[in-house]
Nanobody
Framework: QVQLVESGGGLVQAGGSLRLSCAAS????????VGWFRQAPGKEREFVAG???????HYADSVKDRFILSRDNAKNTVYLQMNSLKPEDSAVYYC???????????????????WGQGTQVTVSS
């Protein structure tokens, strides 16, 4: 397993941007699939975006064209750039990882075996 630490959350006005980071330690991150999930109070955890071990990406419809994933292998970090934020994007955001060398982007939490502690994103209207 790899240890994950998220950062970059905070309070932002609607229409603003934040960049979340998911930093890995313990293993080289380049061959890991990474997913971002979020959970708002009273709601189930939902898939937001994912990047495969070969850097294919997939986004939930609710964030498509607003959120962008990227990976910096030198820093062992995956980033989630969040633009045009809406109040409904408010949630605790978690990154998760699993070793993978395929193009497949996992969308279900059970497909990942390492999780970060989460970072709070709050979007005010």
């Amino acid at each position: 397993q790899v240890q994950l630490v998220e950062s970059g959350g905070g309070l932002v006005q609607a229409g603003g941007s934040l960049r979340l980071s998911c930093a890995a330690s313990g293993r080289t991150f380049s061959n890991y699939a990474v997913g971002w999930f979020r959970q708002a109070p009273g709601k189930e955890r939902e898939f937001v975006a994912g990047i495969s071990g070969t850097d294919s990406t997939h986004y939930a419809d609710s964030v498509k064209d607003r959120f962008i994933l990227s990976r910096d292998n030198a820093k062992n970090t995956v980033y989630l750039q969040m633009n045009s934020l809406k109040p409904e994007d408010s949630a605790v955001y978690y990154c998760a990882a699993t070793y993978s060398s395929s193009d497949y982007v996992a969308e279900f939490g059970g497909e990942y075996d390492s999780w970060g502690q989460g970072t709070q994103v709050t979007v005010s209207s």
